[in-house]
């Protein structure tokens, strides 16, 4: 072995490494003298939709030279717990103050409302909304029951008199999981799943103006709103007449008809008798 030329060689290998090591450090300190000291700022670590709470599952701290950061970024995560992404923001987009917003009159419900609808809340049990098993963004048929003949069985219809309506919100829960009340805490906004959120008493629907009269009525002189989970996609509007009580008894409605029959004539012969 030429232990000469392998000390050479080494010699050789060393000055190279020092001199990429000194190029590198000479570029670093041209590069800070030019962009400035590398400080950490929020970044987007994913996609964020319009209107959806941010938290440190989304967003995380990157090193970036002081010249490219942005006029009101933020420094640390938690300056971002319980905003709100005021628009859209991309995957590796720093987060700044003009971005974000805090849950409020500017982010809860009134800006989800289409132009031209209303938005109306009801009271619902369990039975009424299908186990409460709804959320913000379903879309649902509404049933009433009508009693026009002073709860005569007979005369009894349910009648679906709304189709393909959005809810809005299940309780204080709206649509893209926005909190209509303050919350506190960096984990509140966390705990709330609304796939699971059935913790509501009230349904808030998306309507026209005079679809909101309807249900102010059916809801003041009806007799029961039943809400009818359909799927998002569908968008048929169905034909459906009421439902009445033969309707329901199929081939027994004859016999349900002849008993009514006789219960009206031994009122009529009651009030006959009674007059003379």
């Given at each position: 072995?030429?232990?000469?030329?392998?000390?050479?060689?080494?010699?050789?290998?060393?000055?190279?490494?020092?001199?990429?090591?000194s190029?590198?450090?000479?570029?670093?300190?041209?590069?800070?003298?030019?962009?400035?000291?590398?400080?950490?700022?929020?970044?987007?670590?994913?996609?964020?939709?319009?209107?959806?709470?941010?938290?440190?599952?989304?967003?995380?701290?990157?090193?970036?030279?002081?010249?490219?950061?942005?006029?009101?970024?933020?420094?640390?995560?938690?300056?971002?717990?319980?905003?709100?992404?005021?628009?859209?923001?991309?995957?590796?987009?720093?987060?700044?103050?003009?971005?974000?917003?805090?849950?409020?009159?500017?982010?809860?419900?009134?800006?989800?409302?289409?132009?031209?609808?209303?938005?109306?809340?009801?009271?619902?049990?369990?039975?009424?909304?299908?186990?409460?098993?709804?959320?913000?963004?379903?879309?649902v048929?509404?049933?009433?029951?009508?009693?026009?003949?002073?709860?005569?069985?007979?005369?009894?219809?349910?009648?679906?008199?709304?189709q393909?309506?959005?809810?809005l919100?299940?309780?204080?829960?709206?649509?893209?999981?926005?909190?209509?009340?303050?919350?506190?805490?960096?984990?509140?906004?966390?705990?709330?799943?609304?796939?699971?959120?059935?913790?509501?008493?009230?349904?808030?629907l998306?309507?026209?103006?005079?679809?909101?009269?309807?249900?102010?009525?059916?809801?003041?002189?009806?007799?029961?709103?039943?809400?009818?989970?359909?799927?998002?996609?569908?968008?048929?509007?169905?034909?459906?007449?009421?439902?009445?009580l033969?309707?329901?008894?199929?081939?027994d409605?004859?016999?349900?008809?002849?008993?009514?029959?006789?219960?009206?004539?031994?009122?009529?012969?009651?009030?006959?008798?009674?007059?003379?």
């Open positions: 072995m030429n232990t000469k030329a392998f000390t050479t060689s080494l010699i050789l290998a060393a000055l190279a490494v020092m001199m990429v090591l190029y590198i450090s000479s570029r670093e300190t041209e590069l800070i003298s030019e962009y400035g000291d590398s400080t950490p700022v929020v970044v987007a670590k994913e996609d964020i939709k319009e209107l959806e709470v941010i938290d440190d599952r989304k967003v995380q701290l990157k090193n970036i030279p002081k010249s490219f950061q942005m006029p009101g970024h933020f420094k640390s995560v938690e300056e971002l717990y319980n905003t709100i992404a005021a628009v859209p923001i991309k995957a590796g987009e720093q987060i700044t103050a003009p971005r974000v917003t805090y849950p409020g009159a500017q982010s809860g419900l009134s800006r989800q409302i289409s132009i031209g609808k209303r938005a109306l809340s009801i009271q619902v049990t369990e039975g009424q909304s299908v186990s409460r098993l709804l959320k913000p963004g379903d879309r048929d509404v049933l009433a029951l009508v009693d026009y003949a002073a709860g005569k069985k007979e005369k009894l219809k349910v009648k679906t008199v709304l393909d309506v959005l809810i919100s299940t309780g204080l829960y709206v649509t893209n999981s926005i909190p209509l009340v303050n919350v506190q805490g960096q984990n509140d906004s966390r705990q709330i799943k609304l796939n699971s959120y059935t913790n509501f008493n009230t349904i808030t998306e309507l026209t103006p005079f679809e909101v009269q309807n249900m102010v009525f059916m809801m003041s002189a009806g007799n029961g709103i039943y809400l009818s989970l359909r799927n998002n996609d569908d968008k048929n509007i169905e034909r459906i007449k009421a439902t009445r033969f309707d329901v008894l199929g081939e409605a004859a016999e349900a008809k002849t008993y009514f029959a006789e219960q009206a004539a031994q009122t009529d012969r009651k009030g006959a008798g009674g007059g003379r």
